[in-house]
Every structure is written in structure tokens, then in C-alpha cells.
């Protein structure tokens, strides 16, 4: 099993272009996250879903867009980028198990994005 | 509002020793608590889960942790450390119940575990 993917793996950009990073996920799980990790800052929230048509802004939302068209798929837009936003960006799935509690979530290996 | 704490950024132990990396929590309703391994350049690796019952849980690796609800703590241990087990570390927190958390993670900020031979 794939699990979570993620691509690109690695990005530079330049201030102010735009790019999209894919998350996809073969477990047909109903929750997906995008979160970013920065030294000394643990991972914050930037924007989940919690099914196929739906999304909703984590703790840190400004300056990213997503979309969740189908189910696998959680896309992470960033539509000017700037210096600020360089960070390790994560995917992540999970689902809710017996008596509605939601189980562990499973993580994609992170992209790599720098804006310079 | 729903909030984890790990206490300290670092943790250094001799190999063979026995390790504990902290991690209390603030969450309203049941808490469901998870630990998480990160190794270098690498995703997230569960570890272990509370959800209920018995407050030890065994995980991977040989990796513990007991469920304290009256100190609201989730502390990860292992017996014996090794020196593969030198990652970064992270406890998350998830709460029941409907609305606005729904199904989300909150993590700490992270505890980095050197063993050292």
C-alpha cells in the first residue's frame, strides 16, 4: 500500500509564483490535513477536510488555498508565495473508528518548499 | 481550547537507561492521545494511542505510555533506550465530540531524544 503521497517531494520558487502541492491517499479515509512544520513551532494546521467537497482553515490558513474534489485527493494551493511560507509541508489521513472517535493519522514524507 | 504541551525541548539519556518524554494536555470532552516518531527528513511514524481503557499502552518499538486523567499528562517511556531511538517526538491530542475540531489533530511542539552510547 502507498498510503499517503505526496508531490513534489522538493520546491524552490520565486517570491510571488504560484504552484500546487498534491496529497493523495489510498486508504479511503474521510479526514485529510495539511499541515507545515517549522523549527521550534511543532505542526500547525493549515487547512482539513473532513470529506470528498468539503474544507475548512486550520490554525495558520492565510496565503494557502485547498480543494478536495475527490475523496483521495487534497490539494494545497499557494497562490503567491512568499519567504514567509518556505517550510516542510505535510499530508495527513485519518478516519473515524468505532464510537466516533478519530484513529491515528497517517503522514505523507513532507515537500520541501523554499520561496527566495 | 484544545492544547498540548511537551515540557521539554530536549532529552538526553545513556543507552540502556530508561527514557521518559513528557507531554500534558488541555482538551474539552475525552481526549484521544497519540505519540509520534520523526526521524530525520522523514513523515511522521505513529507510535502508540489512548482512546480508552487500561491508562498503559504498549506501541511500537517498546515504547510506552500512561494516561494520567487527573494530571492530564501522556507520558511516553521506554525501558531500555537505544541509540536508534534518537528522533524527534511529538504528542498530539484529538477531543470527541462535533463542530469546529472535528477529526482534528493538535500537536506539541516537539521533544528531541538523543541517546548516546
Known amino acids: ?116 | 481550547a484544545q492544547s498540548v504541551a511537551q515540557p521539554e525541548d530536549q532529552v538526553n539519556v545513556a543507552e540502556g537507561n530508561p527514557l521518559t518524554v513528557k507531554c500534558t494536555y488541555s482538551v474539552s470532552g475525552n481526549p484521544y492521545l497519540f505519540w509520534y516518531v520523526q526521524y530525520p527528513n522523514r513523515g511522521l511514524q505513529f507510535l502508540l494511542k489512548y482512546i480508552t481503557g487500561d491508562n498503559l499502552v504498549k506501541g511500537s518499538y517498546g515504547f510506552e505510555a500512561e494516561f494520567n486523567k487527573s494530571q492530564t499528562s501522556f507520558h511516553l517511556k521506554k525501558p531500555s533506550a537505544l541509540v536508534s531511538d534518537s528522533a524527534l517526538y511529538f504528542c498530539a491530542v484529538s477531543a470527541s465530540g462535533r463542530g469546529s475540531t472535528l477529526g482534528r489533530l493538535y500537536f506539541g511542539r516537539g521533544t528531541q531524544l538523543t541517546v548516546w552510547p
Open chain 1, 1 to 116: 500500500n502507498a498510503g499517503v503521497t505526496q508531490t513534489p517531494k522538493f520546491r524552490v520558487l520565486k517570491t510571488g509564483q504560484s504552484m500546487t502541492l498534491l496529497c493523495a491517499q489510498d486508504m479511503n479515509h474521510e479526514y485529510m490535513y495539511w499541515y507545515r512544520q517549522d523549527p521550534g513551532m511543532g505542526l500547525r494546521l493549515i487547512h482539513y477536510s473532513v470529506g470528498e467537497g468539503t474544507t475548512a482553515k486550520g490554525e495558520v490558513p492565510d496565503g494557502y488555498n485547498v480543494s478536495r474534489l475527490k475523496k483521495q485527493n487534497f490539494l494545497l494551493g499557494l497562490e503567491s508565495a512568499a519567504p514567509s511560507q518556505t517550510s516542510v509541508y505535510f499530508c495527513a489521513s485519518s478516519y473515524s473508528g468505532q464510537g466516533g472517535f478519530y484513529t491515528e493519522a497517517f503522514f505523507g514524507q513532507g515537500t520541501r518548499l523554499t520561496v527566495v
